[in-house]
Structures are given as structure tokens and as C-alpha cells.
């Protein structure tokens, strides 16, 4: 009797765990998935380009010693 009891209890716990381990198995794979803009567009960075005109003319900038 207790032999049928341990059974049913090994069995019924080896399906919660497997279950467990299912459920876990494809939450991780869900969240590793790559999601994509439904737009279609890229996103692109800005650069911004800043262009130091220097010194002309007359005028040399400052000059060290």
C-alpha cells in the first residue's frame, strides 16, 4: 500500500518538475528573442560634425613660447 502511495507521489512529482523545467526552458528562450521595429525603418545615430574654422588672415591664433 505505501509502495503504491511512494509511486504515485515519485510520478506526480517528476511531472511537476519536468513541467518546471519546460516552463522555465521557454521563458528564456522568449526573452532572448530579438524584437524588431514594425515600421521596417533602421534607427539611426546622429552624428553631429563640428568644423573649427581656424584663424585667417591677419590674425595667427595664439602661439606658445
Known amino acids: 500500500m505505501m509502495e503504491k502511495i511512494f509511486k504515485r507521489v515519485n510520478i506526480v512529482f517528476s511531472l511537476a518538475l519536468t513541467f518546471v523545467m519546460l516552463l522555465s526552458l521557454f521563458s528564456y528562450m522568449s526573452k532572448t528573442t530579438?524584437?524588431?521595429?514594425?515600421?521596417?525603418?533602421?534607427?539611426?545615430k546622429k552624428i553631429k560634425i563640428l568644423i573649427d574654422p581656424g584663424h585667417g588672415g591677419m590674425d595667427q591664433g595664439a602661439s606658445g613660447d
Open 34 to 44: 530579438e524584437t524588431i521595429d514594425a515600421s521596417g525603418k533602421e534607427q539611426v
